[in-house]
C-alpha cells in the first residue's frame, strides 16, 4: 500500500512540476522583447548615443526630453522591417547610420537593445509564447 501512495505522489509532483515550467513560461513569453533567437515583434530598436562621440553609452543617462539634442546624450531609433535585421552597438561602440533622433509614433512598438547589442529582426508578428498565443495560418488547399 506505500508504494501505491508513493506512485501517486510522484506522478502529482511531475505534473504540478510541468504546470509550473508552463505558467513561468507564458509570463515569460508575454513580453514584446527580443526573443533568443533575435526576433522581435517591434517596429524599432532604440540605443542611447552620447552626440560628442557617437557612441552608445549607458541607458540611464538617456533623457527624450530637452532640445539640445546636439549635445546631450539622447535615444536615437532604428526601424526593423520585415525581412531584414538591424544592428544595435554595445555599450561603447560606434552607433551605425541609420539610427534618427524622430521618436517613433505611440501606435509603434519600440524595444531598447541589450546592453551588449545585437542584431534584431521582425518575427512572423505574432507573440512569442504565453497562454492563448497562436499562428495565424490557412488551409493547405
Not at 2 to 19: L, M
Request: aromatic fraction near 4%; hydrophobic fraction near 25%; charged fraction near 25%.
Amino acid at each position: 500500500m506505500h508504494a501505491r501512495g508513493r506512485g501517486r505522489r510522484v506522478v502529482v509532483s511531475a505534473v504540478t512540476a510541468a504546470a509550473a515550467a508552463l505558467w513561468i513560461g507564458g509570463m515569460h513569453g508575454c513580453a514584446p522583447e527580443k526573443s533568443d533567437d533575435g526576433n522581435t515583434d517591434a517596429d524599432y530598436v532604440k540605443v542611447c548615443k552620447d552626440p560628442a562621440t557617437g557612441q552608445r553609452i549607458e541607458d540611464e543617462k538617456c533623457s527624450d526630453s530637452g532640445s539640445d539634442r546636439s549635445r546631450r546624450p539622447h535615444w536615437v531609433y532604428a526601424p526593423i522591417s520585415r525581412g531584414s535585421s538591424v544592428r544595435a552597438p554595445g555599450v561603447g561602440e560606434a552607433v551605425p547610420s541609420g539610427y534618427d533622433g524622430s521618436k517613433p509614433s505611440s501606435s509603434r512598438k519600440v524595444t531598447t537593445s541589450k546592453r551588449s547589442g545585437g542584431s534584431y529582426s521582425r518575427g512572423s508578428g505574432t507573440s512569442h509564447g504565453g497562454f492563448g498565443s497562436g499562428s495565424k495560418g490557412g488551409s493547405g488547399s
